[in-house]
């Protein structure tokens, strides 16, 4: 059965301060992917990874795939408090979709 | 990308009673999903809406329960049955698009459904 892990679950960070999130997974994925989730919103796909060493960035984030380690992480780059929202992390194994615990990021001006 | 409509968006229920919740997409997908996230938790795979076929439910979800239909290849619901206070969480519909010249699966979501269980 696939399990996905994050954490940390809980991030509260200074503004301009670089931080990183992990994503765990426990066996065999097709792919990894990125949300983002705002309070009262849905959810916003980010980044999808599609084999190892796969590397993404989209503005002050940036995600990486190790699917030997079963592990991806989100780099978030000198932080702004537009980045305040949910985290999670996806994994799909055949055709499920499989979501870690999420992170909650805060951004402190 | 899709486009998908949740209805309703929010309810606030009694106890004992049931809610159907529609879910429209705006254009014809193969693999269709409900979700279901508790306050302040992450999203938990209730079951696999498929066309012309029973749903496919996750362990600890039940079909009288969580009864399912998928009419076409557009269109979903989801029906929470003898709701409980337990029972109260956002409900979302998501559907896997193709994306790319790769082929790729990408997840999308609808808005989500609140329901409130008094």
């Known amino acids: 059965e696939l399990k996905v892990e994050q954490n940390p679950l809980f991030l509260s960070m200074q503004e301009g301060k670089n931080y990183t999130i992990y994503c765990n997974y426990s066996t065999t994925s097709d792919r990894l992917y990125w949300y983002r989730q705002d309070p009262g919103k849905s959810l916003e796909s980010l980044f999808v990874l599609l084999s190892n060493g796969a590397v993404k960035q989209e503005g002050r984030l940036m995600a990486s795939l190790d699917t030997k380690a079963r592990l991806s992480t989100l780099h978030i780059t000198a932080a702004v408090h537009d980045l305040s929202a949910t985290y999670f992390c996806?994994?799909?194994?055949?055709?499920?979709?499989?979501f870690g615990t999420g992170t909650r990021l805060k951004v402190l001006a | 990308s899709a486009v998908i409509s949740q209805k309703p968006s929010r309810d606030i229920c009694q106890r004992g009673t049931s809610l159907t919740i529609q879910c429209q997409v705006d254009?014809?997908?193969?693999?269709m999903f409900w979700y279901r996230q508790q306050p302040g938790q992450s999203l938990t795979l209730i079951a696999t809406?498929?066309?012309?076929?029973?749903?496919?439910?996750e362990s600890g979800f039940v079909i009288d329960k969580f009864p399912i239909s998928r009419p076409n290849l557009t269109f979903s619901t989801l029906t929470v049955s003898n709701m409980s206070p337990e029972d109260s969480s956002i409900y979302l519909c998501?559907?896997?698009?193709?994306?790319?010249?790769?082929?790729?699966?990408?997840?999308?979501f609808g808005e989500g459904s609140r329901l409130t269980v008094l």
């Open positions: 998501s559907v896997e698009v193709t994306t790319g010249g790769s082929g790729t699966g990408e997840l999308f």
């Open positions: 996806a994994a799909r194994r055949t055709y499920k979709y499989i």
């Open positions: 809406a498929n066309q012309g076929s029973e749903a496919t439910y």
């Open positions: 254009s014809q997908v193969t693999m």
